[in-house]
């Protein structure tokens, strides 16, 4: 499922996927306050311009550094058949 970024709202599956987390984590995020979000019917809807401040503090510096690290030893064990994939 692609999420169109040019909608105002996001539903709570696009927030899920866009943050590759479940919409039970989602809503447990929005329960917490982690993630504004505004009740429409039954439904909760989170404002696009909400993303980067979720974003950041799902992504703390913590995870950003692991997966930097990560990026960095898949790349060194990995960089030429990576080099030979983007060829294809």
Do not use: C, H, W
Request: proline letters at 1%.
């Amino acid at each position: 499922m692609l999420v169109n970024m040019d909608k105002k709202l996001l539903s709570t599956i696009e927030v899920a996927k866009i943050l590759g987390i479940s919409r039970v984590a989602v809503f447990k995020k929005i329960k917490s306050g982690e993630i504004k979000a505004e009740k429409v019917g039954r439904n909760f809807v989170i404002d696009r311009r909400e993303l980067p401040d979720i974003l950041s503090v799902i992504l703390n510096e913590n995870k950003k550094r692991e997966i930097e690290q990560s990026v960095k030893k898949t790349v060194k064990e990995y960089g030429q058949t990576l080099k030979l994939l983007g060829k294809e």
